[in-house]
């Protein structure tokens, strides 16, 4: 049994100071062994709690130093001496049990073996000393650095196929964010590269300047040089990438419409857009005369290049608006995150830099547009002479027809939803070689170990598995990066470590950081420069650093986030009500 059991709840807002922590404890202590005289049964009578069969009432880990002194045990014609014995079951979900001896501190651990492994234990325990140790080196060091024990392991790449030399390395000029210009020099460099396969079609670098230069003119006669909102109803093919490149190169900004979305949808998105410019690959389609306004502009992208008009071209700057993506919003109505050129360059050195994007990669493009994966592959892809290849799920027969195509396109990365990625290896890889992928992404929703084994079952021992957060308002923030070897810390897949020039913190209900879970929050001179027409929002969810944090904008994301031992981030759901749906963002508000 155990005497003097007390119940202690602990203090650990505000990520204190170890030494401010252990001043809380010591307090809560002493006031606890003011009481301490009345038994825990009496308690458990006084409360009475909920009970349940899975865990002991109020408390589930014991802390038990025992201090007390120790006298062996003389019997005459006897040698005595104590071991330990393994009683089989342990009291709690987890007990740690302290011993003075003379040669210090022992440790050990008594866990539900329901609950933990005995390898996590093993692990633990080794935390706990490398915690101490950190602790005696700096005692004021912060709650939340203290408990990350461990530097987090991330696999190296595979190199791309092919040749790679010096020439492919292309200076990313984020702060004049030159986004056509990088396009432009791509353009340049790898004229006959093919930019966008399509089944049995390929249109080169030149041929896709020379259609989205197509585009550009016919916008700018339209606009008459002025910058405006564009929006696009397009297909998921090669035309619907020369109309949203042709609507940057006029100066506009693009917002894309599903075509499979309900017309009274399109229609709110493009009265908040102000739109007057719709860019589509069917002019006489029945939606089109479902959602057109008497005043709105109709042009019709080209099927193929045609002939180039001399028009005068608009010169963009960096904070000029890319595009406007309309998600779900909380109040009912659709609202548009608005991202700038510069944004959009960063976002695509960003996603370029951490999976080695270069001219040889071939990516799948399985999202559609209107979504920020769409900007992650079409960018990503573009800005570095790489090959697009748009694969239209829904159009496709069955999961085996997707893995033929990109089988036999030797796909290098691909990108999907957790779900489209099940969807896709529902059936398994079977005959499929998908030898040639080196990278697989996921993205958009949460990811599950059981995504994890479908991947390491499926794609070769070098592939590298990549699991990313980021939200329209940021694009990309978060990357986990594993290969077959990789062990999870459980059912979860992590979502990582920054990328590049971006700082994540998890911050409480009040706004300070957290060193162990909380709201995430993204820093970054590249999040998002707030919603189109709501300016409230705008200001609740893009706040300023606080006082002694940099000047940079926070993003506050409405997401949850734990720490690992190393570092890295767990999702762990939503503060409100949001769901994600196969990658859509869904507010209940919107259904009602």
Request: net charge negative.
């Amino acid at each position: 049994c155990f005497l003097n059991t007390l119940v202690l709840r602990t203090n650990l807002h505000g990520n204190p100071a170890f030494t401010e922590l252990l001043q809380r404890v010591r307090q809560t202590t002493l006031d606890a062994y003011d009481n301490q005289e009345l038994p825990f049964e009496k308690l458990l009578e006084v409360l009475q709690p909920a009970r349940s069969g899975a865990y002991t009432p109020i408390i589930q880990v014991m802390f038990n130093l025992q201090n007390a002194p120790t006298s062996s045990l003389a019997l005459d014609g006897l040698q005595v001496e104590s071991f330990d014995v393994d009683r089989g079951t342990a009291k709690f979900d987890l007990s740690a049990v302290l011993a003075e001896h003379q040669d210090g501190l022992h440790v050990g651990f008594e866990y539900n073996t329901d609950l933990f492994e005995a390898a996590t234990m093993t692990d633990m325990l080794a935390q706990y000393g490398r915690m101490l140790e950190k602790l005696v080196a700096d005692p004021h060091i912060s709650l939340g650095e203290l408990v990350r024990t461990r530097t987090p392991v991330v696999p190296e790449l595979p190199a791309p196929r092919g040749p790679v030399d010096e020439r492919d390395e292309l200076h990313w000029d984020v702060p004049r964010g030159a986004l056509m210009d990088r396009f432009a020099a791509i353009v340049e460099r790898y004229p006959e590269r093919p930019a966008v396969q399509e089944r049995d079609t390929c249109w080169t670098y030149r041929e896709l300047s020379i259609w989205s230069t197509h585009v550009a003119q016919t916008l700018a006669a339209a606009t008459q040089g002025k910058r405006c909102n564009v929006a696009l109803l397009l297909k998921h093919d090669a035309r619907m990438v020369a109309g949203l490149l042709g609507t940057l190169q006029a100066g506009c900004a693009y917002v894309p419409l599903d075509p499979h979305a309900p017309a009274a949808r399109l229609r709110s998105i493009m009265v908040s857009a102000e739109i007057s410019i719709l860019l589509t690959d069917d002019a006489g389609n029945e939606q089109l005369q479902e959602i057109g306004a008497a005043d709105l502009t109709v042009l019709a992208v080209p099927a193929r290049p045609g002939a180039v008009i001399p028009v005068k071209s608009v010169q963009s700057m960096p904070d000029d608006l890319a595009y406007i993506l309309f998600t779900s919003g909380s109040t009912g109505t659709p609202k548009g995150v608005m991202q700038t050129r510069r944004n959009v360059l960063h976002h695509a050195r960003a996603y370029s830099e951490s999976i080695a994007l270069t001219a040889h990669d071939r990516l799948t493009l399985l999202s559609t547009y209107g979504f920020d994966a769409a900007v992650m592959d079409i960018f990503g892809a573009l800005l570095n002479g790489a090959c697009l290849q748009p694969l239209d799920v829904l159009a496709t027969a069955g999961p085996q027809a997707l893995l033929e195509r990109i089988s036999a396109s030797a796909v290098t990365v691909l990108h999907a939803t957790p779900t489209v990625f099940r969807y896709l290896l529902s059936e398994g890889a079977g005959r499929h070689d998908l030898g040639k992928v080196r990278v697989v992404v996921l993205g958009g929703e949460v990811a599950t170990a059981g995504d994890f084994e479908l991947f390491s079952a499926a794609f070769s021992e070098s592939a590298i598995f990549v699991n990313g957060l980021g939200p329209s308002e940021s694009t990309t923030a978060l990357q986990f990066r594993a290969n077959r070897h990789t062990r999870l810390p459980g059912n979860a897949v992590p979502v990582g470590l920054p990328v590049i020039d971006t700082e994540v913190l998890l911050v409480d209900e009040f706004g300070e950081v957290s060193g162990i879970s909380g709201e995430l929050c993204i820093r970054s001179d590249y999040v998002s420069s707030g919603y189109w027409g709501r300016q409230d929002l705008t200001a609740e969810r893009f706040v300023r650093a606080a006082e002694g944090r940099s000047g940079r904008v926070e993003y506050r994301s409405g997401d949850r986030a734990r720490y690992l031992p190393d570092g890295q981030l767990v999702f762990c759901g939503r503060l409100d009500e949001q769901l994600k749906i196969r990658g859509h963002r869904v507010e209940p508000a919107e259904i009602e």
